[in-house]
């Protein structure tokens, strides 16, 4: 089974599809982790953000290795663990221009998704978070579930995520706010594809999503056809 889990930043996706993975006893893919090494790595070989054509070469060139455990997420680059260094404001802030919105990057790293995904259905299944899973890296998906949340829960939550005073009220809202805009000039991640489910979950605990989703893989597992539109 494929379970696809899209929306926008601060919406809970990591954390709702590590938590249903782990009660499904499936695997857990989150791509925007895969962007994030791409522009570690671009950051780190100090190659021009703008120059679309070098930073792409350095994704198909990149060593990535990610995980798919979804209680032990680990990301490697090149040989180097950057589990911890792509969560840094400094990739928060580059990645949508680094290699989200870079078409042949993402070309790369949509064709390595789908090779993961194609051996996680070898044992079980996969979770796989991000913004354009159902639409175009896994439409085949027997789920596919837009997380949503009010933009000002979004920007609370990932505030206190983040250590006190690790980022500016203006560095929160562009982490947020501006980054979803210059993402979804790419994938149109906000708009529920055919098939799709919307879960809002501003009023719901990261518990409560996890059930609903759960339930609606059940619903789905069990009436395969009947969820197809
Ligand atoms: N339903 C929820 N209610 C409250 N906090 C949540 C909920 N879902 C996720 N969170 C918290 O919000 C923060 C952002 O969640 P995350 O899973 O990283 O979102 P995304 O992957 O969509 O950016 C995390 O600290 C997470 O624990
Ligand atoms: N399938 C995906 C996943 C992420 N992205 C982009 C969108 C984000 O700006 C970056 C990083 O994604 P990530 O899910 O880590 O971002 P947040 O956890 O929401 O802050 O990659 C994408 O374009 N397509």
Redesign the pocket.
């Known amino acids: 089974m494929i379970i696809a889990v899209d ?1 926008p ?8 599809a590590r938590g249903v993975a782990t009660r499904l006893g499936l695997q857990y893919l989150d791509t ?1 982790a895969m962007y994030r090494a791409v522009t570690w790595s671009v950051l780190e070989h100090g190659i021009d953000p703008a120059d679309t054509e070098t930073a792409a070469a350095r994704a198909r060139d990149l060593q990535l290795a990610i995980s798919t455990d979804p209680q032990h997420q680990t990301v490697g680059a090149d040989g180097t663990d950057i589990t911890e260094a792509i969560r840094d404001p400094r990739i928060s802030e580059s990645v949508s221009k680094v290699a989200a919105t870079n078409l042949a990057v993402r070309a790369e790293l949509i064709r390595r998704q789908q090779a993961i995904i194609a051996a996680a259905q070898q044992t079980g299944g996969i979770v796989v ?1 991000g913004r354009d899973i159902a639409t175009v890296v896994a439409p085949e998906a027997e789920l596919k579930v837009v ?1 949503t949340a009010d933009q000002e829960a979004r920007m609370a ?2 505030k ?2 983040l250590a006190e005073g690790a980022v500016s009220a203006e560095q929160l809202r562009d982490q947020i706010v501006r980054r979803d805009a210059d993402d979804s000039t790419v994938a149109q991640f906000l708009v529920a594809s055919d098939g799709a489910v919307t879960v809002d ?1 501003t009023h ?3 518990e ?2 996890i059930d609903v989703i759960c339930r609606l893989a059940k619903e789905a597992e069990a009436a395969p056809r009947d969820r197809e539109s």
């Not at 930043?9 to 709702?16: C, Q, R």
């Open positions: 929306g930043s601060g919406s809970g996706k990591s954390s709702t925007g978070e997380l939550r990932r206190a995520e979950s719901l605990s990261l409560e999503v």
